[in-house]
């Protein structure tokens, strides 16, 4: 990396560490994370490349915080404690990504982060959970409100990639859309979070119709505006929200916060360190069978066939997702209003997680300009 971006690295002598870790700092201005609670843990962790201690520490910051935050809501210090248990979720997450899919403390973590999260969107007033039934089952999320009026706002379901949280996407730039009078929407769709961990939903090609299920929920309520409803996905978000959007008629803008054309070839082949993480996701028994089945996600034949307006954003410096695939989904797409934000300097890694202000700025201001 970059001197310039070393300058923000916590763990100079491991790369994909330095990397999500980055994803967490660019979340302390949103509330997802405290700087200086990062730094502590940075510190405990010291040089190793340990990931047992990079879980050991970062579940410490976990426990530490909620156990603070629990503390001053029964002291009446509600808005104090409901933000650490925000920021406990967020380091739950962070403790679990390095750990094997098949490691019992992978859903330790989720669901002592969930609760916390839960807990926190309780005393909130704004955040309500959802339950959307789907194929005989029901999938987890939440609904994220500008206010408590109960007007019909325009609405963005916002997909996560390679099972992502719901919880954290609010963090991730979700609690910008109601910060511009846009409902938001987190759910745990097929390949994520408790669907994948607790009911076996793997991720699946036809996005359209996990999307579909939770559009058919959400036009019944009254605080949803059905003719105005856009679908942002960030890293394989950057398929799942365009392939739904070819299909979802009711879909009104379109957002993939890392494009893509293939998830075999320029997310699988191109990032090698998360093959495990997508196979089970997929379902797979190993990479043969994870091959096969990530060779339907793509958008050939798909991205000709949406007709609403677009937005891709994408970095030059992207080590997970090949920016590639970004330039042949745009080039490929019929459609008149498409925006191509590429970013060559600052924002230039994957998901913008070095310029995440301005990232996630342009993103909600271009739906907020079409909804």
Not at 190 to 206: A, C, E, H, N, V
Not at 223 to 238: E, K, P, T, W, Y
Not at 240 to 261: D, H, M, N, Q, S
């Amino acid at each position: 990396m970059t001197d310039a971006l070393s300058l923000i690295e916590l763990f100079p002598q491991h790369e994909d560490w330095s990397l999500q870790t980055m994803r967490l700092l660019a979340q302390v201005p949103v509330g997802g994370a405290d700087l200086f609670e990062c730094a502590r843990t940075a510190a405990r962790i010291g040089a190793t490349t340990d990931d047992e201690v990079w879980h050991v520490e970062w579940s410490r910051t976990a426990r530490e915080v909620a156990d603070w935050g629990r503390a001053e809501v029964a002291a009446g210090h509600i808005a104090t404690g409901s933000a650490a248990l925000f920021r406990s979720c967020s380091y739950w997450r962070h403790s679990e990504f390095f750990l094997d899919s098949a490691d019992p403390r992978r859903e330790e973590a989720y669901r002592a982060g969930t609760t916390n999260f839960q807990d926190a969107a309780e005393l909130s007033g704004t955040i309500e959970r959802i339950r959307v039934p789907f194929e005989g089952q029901t999938l987890d999320g939440y609904i994220m409100r500008p206010d408590t009026s109960g007007a019909p706002r325009p609405t963005v379901l916002f997909l996560g990639g390679a099972d992502s949280w719901a919880e954290e996407l609010v963090f991730l730039g979700g609690n910008q859309f109601p910060a511009r009078g846009i409902n938001l929407v987190v759910v745990d769709t097929p390949g994520r979070g408790s669907s994948l961990r607790f009911k076996k939903i793997y991720s699946r090609p036809d996005y359209e119709k996990p999307v579909a299920a939770v559009l058919d929920f959400l036009v019944e309520r009254g605080d949803v505006d059905a003719d105005r409803i856009g679908l942002a996905g960030v890293s394989f978000g950057g398929y799942y929200a365009p392939r739904a959007a070819a299909f979802e008629p009711r879909v009104k803008a379109v957002a993939a916060w890392c494009g893509t054309w293939s998830i075999l070839t320029d997310f699988y082949e191109f990032y090698p360190p998360l093959q495990k993480q997508l196979q089970w996701l997929s379902g797979s028994k190993d990479d043969a069978e994870a091959r096969q089945k990530l060779a339907a996600f793509t958008l050939d034949g798909v991205a000709d066939k949406i007709k609403v307006p677009v937005y891709v954003m994408h970095g030059t410096r992207d080590v997970i997702m090949d920016i590639a695939g970004a330039h042949r989904f745009v080039e490929a797409l019929t459609v008149k209003d498409v925006t191509f934000d590429v970013f060559d300097a600052a924002g230039s890694l994957h998901c913008s997680y070095d310029h995440l202000a301005y990232a996630v700025a342009r993103m909600t201001d271009w739906f907020a300009d079409r909804l």
